[in-house]
């Protein structure tokens, strides 16, 4: 009924008032200044538009209730790289840097057991907080907290690594 009553309070001859879209607080934030027309720019823009949502998590919690926490454990076993990775969501996250390391990242990948070459790029390399970084794809493991050093140190790690995943990841989203 209250809507109705303001309808009728709108006069078709006098101008309405337009409404703006909010600034885009942004904008001139000094950790996203990339060179114009640059990669980061671009992906940047493209980014600084796009809605962030809620972070998704796995409530043990509810499938404990549900008597299915041990199913779920089979999937996702206690301090894998999957649990690390959900409690994440659970960290507090700022969008100017999460977009600066977005726009800002860039991967390398390299083929197991390949030299390292000093005139080649670091495989991972990216901007935080206006700081640029630049390492191994294994450090980059470990310091994100997705894996340990134990377990970086695997056969499995050195033979299909975390590259393959996050080489399709990289280029499936084309940031």
């Known amino acids: 009924m209250d809507a109705e009553m303001e309808i009728d309070h709108i006069n078709p001859e006098q101008p309405q008032k337009q409404t703006r879209p909010p600034a885009d607080p942004l904008l001139d934030h000094p950790y996203l200044g990339f060179p114009p027309k640059s990669d980061a720019a671009l992906r940047c823009d493209k980014l600084r538009k796009m809605y ?6 796995v409530s043990w919690k509810t499938l ?3 008597g299915a926490e041990d ?3 089979e999937f996702v076993p206690r301090d894998s790289p999957w649990d690390r990775l959900f409690e994440l969501s659970f960290t507090p ?3 100017e840097i999460l977009i ?20 080649q790029p670091a495989e991972v390399s990216f901007r935080m907080a206006g700081q640029a970084r630049s390492m191994s794809l294994a450090d980059f493991a470990v310091h994100s907290g997705l894996y340990t050093e134990a377990e970086i140190a695997t056969d499995l790690y ?3 690594r975390l590259t393959q995943i996050l080489y399709c990841y990289y280029y499936y989203f084309n940031i």
């Open 71 to 73: 199913w779920a454990r």
């Open 158 to 160: 050195r033979t299909v």
């Open 64 to 66: 404990r209730e549900l």
């Open 52 to 57: 962030v949502g809620a972070h998704f998590a």
């Open 93 to 95: 996250s700022y969008r």
């Open 100 to 119: 600066e390391f977005l726009s800002s990242f860039e991967f390398h990948p390299r083929r197991p057991n390949e030299a390292v070459d000093p005139a």
